[in-house]
Structure formats: structure tokens, C-alpha cells
């Protein structure tokens, strides 16, 4: 069965702060990997998405992605956060055949503090 | 505008009562999907449906019933069975290509028991 595990939980920055969230998944075959974002109040909006190719891939409003899969991570970066990327980030994997719903995270709560 | 579209935003029920969930996309995706979100726990596959007339148990299918009689109709009944419906439900569509599995969400419709 696959899983995700996202390990930080709530993560509180300061704006211009470098950002890094880890994002681990558990996969038998060819995974397809994404972070969405819910914003306060909003619905659920894809930032990347990662399915071949080159495994650093770049998402909306600054943020990007890098695919290691010796380490089954994907973890999102971002270099300089701003106030309005206080959000729930959610990590989520699905594969090629099978199953092809999205199994995602626990989440993480990032704060950015003006 | 293309999307997808769930109702009511927010639902009061008794305990005991079953309540029916809507949920329409104008996407002319094929599967269709709903989640549960409560604080923490990330997002968690109740039921999904990758064609008209056929569905799938997810991970937490239990308490809950669904039907795909049109391929723009996806609706989730939580029945009196559900040993804690109050939650944060999401639906979502996507096509069936291989590579284009993206998810696209609703705005959630929020179920209180009382």
C-alpha cells in the first residue's frame, strides 16, 4: 500500500526565511508526486507536480520541488516566503496503474510571520 | 467557469439521520473522488469512482455509501452508521491518462452531528 509521511508538522517562519518541507512516500512502482496548498478559507490548489523527467520541477508563486529517488523524498522548497504563504501544505503520490486515486499526508501548517 | 461544485457549504444533521453530500464537475474528467480532511490527519480516501456506474471503496469506506449514475455526479451519502461524521469533506475529479492524474477540488462541504 502506499503512504506519505510529511514529518513537520506545524512550521513557524519569519518572512524572507528560506523554506523547506519533507515529504516521504512509500510506492511499489512509478509514482507521480504532488504538493497541493489550501489557503485559509480557500479550496485545495495544486502548486507541482512531478510525473518524469527532470526531477527538480518548479510550481506557482515561487515554489519548486526536487524528486530523489533513492530517498523517496520530494521535498518543496521555497527560498524567500512571504506573509501570504501562511497555508496547509499537503504532499500526495498516486501511481500509473492500479489505483489511481491520491494518497495524501498528514499535512503541514506553515505560519509566516510578518 | 469549469469546476467543480459542492453542496451546501455547511450541513447540520442529528445524530442518526443520514445526510447525502452533492458534488458536480464540469470537467469531463472520468473518476471522481471523496475525501474526508480532520485536523492533523491530512486527507483520506472514503470512496472513488475512475468510470459511470462503477465505484471503489477507499480506506475509510465504512458509515459511508456513494453512486455514479452520470459521469458529472458523484454524491456521498454518511449514513447513521458513521461513527463520527462531523468533518471536512472534499470531493475532487481528474481524467484517467496515464500523466494527467492531477486532482481538482472542491470547496468542501463541512458536516456538523449534533
Known amino acids: 500500500a502506499q503512504s506519505v509521511s510529511q514529518h513537520n508538522h506545524h512550521v513557524i517562519l519569519s518572512e524572507a526565511a528560506s523554506l523547506e518541507l519533507g515529504c516521504n512516500y512509500s510506492?511499489?512502482?512509478?509514482?507521480?508526486l504532488f504538493w497541493y496548498v489550501q489557503y485559509p478559507g480557500q479550496h485545495l490548489q495544486l502548486l507541482l507536480k512531478?510525473?518524469?523527467?527532470?526531477?527538480l520541477v518548479k510550481g506557482i508563486k515561487g515554489f519548486e520541488a526536487e524528486f530523489i529517488k533513492s530517498k523517496f523524498s520530494f521535498n518543496l522548497r521555497k527560498p524567500s516566503v512571504q506573509w501570504s504563504d501562511t497555508a496547509e501544505y499537503f504532499c500526495?503520490?498516486?501511481?500509473?496503474?492500479?489505483?489511481?486515486?491520491?494518497?495524501f499526508g498528514s499535512g503541514t501548517r506553515l505560519q509566516v510571520q510578518p | 467557469d469549469g469546476g467543480i461544485t459542492q453542496s451546501p457549504k455547511y450541513l447540520f444533521r442529528k445524530e442518526g439521520q443520514n445526510v447525502t453530500l452533492s458534488c458536480e464537475q464540469n470537467?469531463?474528467?472520468?473518476?471522481m473522488y471523496w475525501y474526508r480532511q480532520d485536523p492533523g490527519q491530512g486527507l483520506r480516501l472514503i470512496y472513488y469512482?475512475?468510470?459511470?456506474?462503477?465505484?471503489q471503496k477507499g480506506d475509510i469506506a465504512e458509515g459511508y455509501s456513494v453512486s455514479r449514475e452520470k459521469k458529472e455526479s458523484f454524491p456521498l451519502t454518511v449514513t447513521s452508521a458513521q461513527k463520527n461524521p462531523t468533518a471536512f469533506y472534499l470531493c475532487?475529479?481528474?481524467?484517467?491518462?496515464?500523466?494527467?492524474?492531477?486532482?481538482?477540488f472542491g470547496q468542501g462541504t463541512r458536516l456538523t452531528v449534533v
Open positions: 512531478y510525473f518524469s523527467g527532470d526531477p
Open positions: 510506492y511499489g512502482g512509478t509514482v507521480n
Open positions: 469512482s475512475q468510470i459511470v456506474n462503477d465505484f
Open positions: 475532487a475529479s481528474s481524467s484517467t491518462g496515464q500523466q494527467n492524474t492531477e486532482a481538482f
Open positions: 500526495a503520490v498516486n501511481g500509473n496503474t492500479g489505483r489511481r486515486a491520491l494518497t
Open positions: 470537467l469531463n474528467h472520468d473518476a
